[in-house]
């Protein structure tokens, strides 16, 4: 299912950070700094599908090169905590192929960043879960200098505007949506929080590869019981409301697969215990609805709502053609699936 994130943080000085550093390592690339005079060599990183600098009008070409690029800006950089650098990093939906993907990626960082005047080093990942389900996204590195002919000037603090974040967000949830809609793929983001949506789920915190090490180390203890906290009482509002689930998998997509189910309720349920208590309180709603299999030979789902409010004839009738029971409630998700980290 398509999930919405856009994030963005400035790469600086202050924190160790190194432009060039960081751009090999979004790149996949060996890159020399100069600054600190060694080279940094992050080649045998797998799962960059694309790499590419976009340029806005007027940049001189020597920064195509990335190495060429980010050592300009290291070098234009004389303060011990300097900010060098932008990063951007946005989740690409998985029902994309990665043509698809990128080309959606592209789309994008050139009219919201390139055409305002930034440099942008574009790459897509295309990872995987354990599970083997593709977690494809792109990071962004972004100028915060202008730039002319002769290479970069003075700093744009309009570009470091909370409104021009928020409008970033929105505009990338905007992006999406056409994008899908004018592939016929049946899936949606929403930049909003949950609570803006009317979704009666709290909020988790986003603990990624590097969280979780952390938390190996005995690190970051406060913040992991929060997150389970959260987790475990979102896990108990779905058990005691499951239509809070529907609602939420089908603002997203108006059809779902068990597969889908299974990752929603992991994301907000603590332990198997509680994931087999959600997923067997939605099995049980009246208000899911079984609509057979797809061209995929997958079993699919959908809501009493999302049959009530489905306004357009041809797309119902696509989605609705093949289902079983019409308007029963279904009575059991086949072909069960094990999230990653829990039992079977």
């Not at 909370?162 to 899936?187: F, G, Q």
């Not at 909020?203 to 203890?221: C, M, N, V, W, Y």
């Not at 809070?244 to 299974?262: E, G, V, Y």
Request: with cysteine; glycine share 8%.
């Amino acid at each position: 299912m398509a999930i919405y994130h856009f994030s963005a943080k400035v790469i600086s000085r202050a924190n160790g950070s190194s432009a060039v550093a960081s751009a090999a390592y979004r790149a996949a690339e060996r890159l020399h700094d100069d600054r600190l005079g060694r080279d940094h060599d992050f080649s045998n990183k797998a799962g960059v599908v694309h790499s590419e600098i976009m340029l806005p009008e007027g940049a001189p070409e020597r920064l195509n090169d990335r190495a060429t690029l980010w050592n300009e800006v290291e070098a234009g950089e004389k303060r011990r905590d300097a900010q060098l650098a932008r990063d951007v990093e946005f989740s690409i939906p998985r029902e994309l192929n990665q043509q698809q993907g990128v080309n959606l990626a592209r789309d994008f960082v050139k009219k919201q960043f390139v055409e305002r005047g930034m440099v942008a080093d574009l790459n897509v990942h295309w990872d995987f879960a354990e599970d083997g389900s593709p977690k494809p996204h792109a990071h962004v590195m972004l100028s915060m200098r202008e730039v002319g002919p002769e290479g970069f000037g003075k700093k744009v603090r309009d570009w470091n505007s909370t409104e021009l974040l928020k409008e970033w967000r929105e505009a990338w949830a905007d992006h999406v949506n056409e994008r899908l809609a004018s592939l016929d793929i049946d899936a949606r983001i929403d930049h909003r929080t949950l609570a803006a949506q009317g979704i009666a789920l709290e909020p988790q915190h986003k603990i990624g590869p590097a969280g979780s090490r952390r938390l190996d180390r005995g690190e970051d203890a406060e913040r992991a019981d929060d997150h389970l906290r959260i987790a475990r009482e979102n896990g108990e509002k779905i058990i005691a409301r499951p239509e809070i689930a529907l609602d939420a998998i089908t603002r997203s997509q108006a059809t779902f697969t068990t597969r889908d189910l299974a990752m929603f309720v992991h994301r907000h349920s603590d332990g198997k215990e509680q994931f087999d208590l959600c997923v067997s309180a939605v099995r049980a709603s009246p208000e899911l609805v079984a609509l057979g299999k797809d061209g995929r030979d997958q079993e699919r789902f959908t809501s009493r709502d999302m049959i009530a409010v489905e306004q357009r004839p041809e797309r119902a009738g696509d989605q609705l053609a093949e289902r079983s029971g019409h308007g029963l409630p279904a009575a059991s998700l086949a072909g069960g699936w094990t999230p990653p980290g829990v039992a079977a």
